[in-house]
């Protein structure tokens, strides 16, 4: 099986858990699909991708997670430090996962940019795993 959905869950947890993303937030507003009635501001997460990142000898995957933040506050202030928070609270997190041990977690990059509508802001942050079963 796939470490993604593993990984996935233990990101979610790890983001809905971290006090100051919550305060910047106004809540645990971490979404894998958000609502209907959007509450500004926000976290999904988004695409993954996964690969073989096996060796000769052990199994592994290599999967590539994006992050959204979404931010109507007028700016990309809110949305900079909301990008900002999501990778602290991932950068050393001990995060668990069912079936697979975590080798390697790192930031491979991050941005803001505006979105088509003129006032939301949208930051998105690509997060590199390695997992190997447990």
Known sequence: MSAAVPLRAAIFAALS???A??????GAKIYDEPPK???YPFVTLGEAEMRDASTMTEPGEETTLTLNVYSRQGGHREAHAMVGAVMEALVDA??????????N???ATAEVRRDGDGR????RIRIRAVTEPA
């Open 17 to 19: 858990q971290d006090a």
């Open 21 to 26: 993303l919550a305060a910047m937030l106004g």
């Open 37 to 39: 009635a959007l509450d």
């Open 94 to 103: 001990p995060l668990a996962l069912a079936g697979h041990h975590l080798a």
């Open 105 to 107: 977690l790192r930031i």
């Open 120 to 123: 939301t802001y949208r930051g």
